[in-house]
């Protein structure tokens, strides 16, 4: 069963920067398209990045691109998501998934989320 642990989330002021961690058990995330999504107090889930199995290219929503960055370290079967210059618009719950391909669409394989890590970007 496909379990994720997403932390790295905290509380931070605006133009300062978090990296996000999505550990996998149960199975190597090489193998598989990961994307990183968010969801805001009162907000539908968005995706806001992804990396592809099959080469590693990454695809990142308009509303984060140039701020963050999604990575994957192998060796410890870890996807990251390094986010900078944080603004109050980025506080929500992050989470990672499984996609049945990285792009635009976010269309995740999953049967159910994990706990998400919460991001609060507050002065």
């Known amino acids: 069963q496909v379990q994720f642990v997403e932390s790295g989330g905290g509380l931070v002021q605006p133009g300062e920067s978090l990296r996000l961690s999505c550990a996998a058990s149960?199975?190597?995330?090489?193998?598989?398209?990961i994307g990183w999504f968010r969801q805001a107090p009162g907000k539908e889930r968005e995706g806001v990045s992804c990396?592809?199995?099959?080469?590693?290219?990454?695809y990142t929503a308009d509303s984060v691109a140039g701020r963050f960055t999604i990575s994957r370290d192998n060796a410890k079967n870890t996807v990251y998501l390094q986010m900078n210059s944080l603004e109050p618009e980025d506080t929500a719950v992050y989470y990672c998934?499984?996609?049945?391909?990285?792009?635009?669409?976010?269309?995740?394989?999953?049967?159910?989320w994990g706990q998400g890590t919460q991001v609060t970007v507050s002065s």
């Open positions: 990396i592809s199995s099959r080469d590693g290219g990454t």
């Open positions: 149960g199975f190597t995330l090489s193998y598989y398209n």
């Open positions: 998934a499984t996609l049945f391909i990285c792009n635009f669409r976010f269309v995740h394989n999953l049967n159910s």
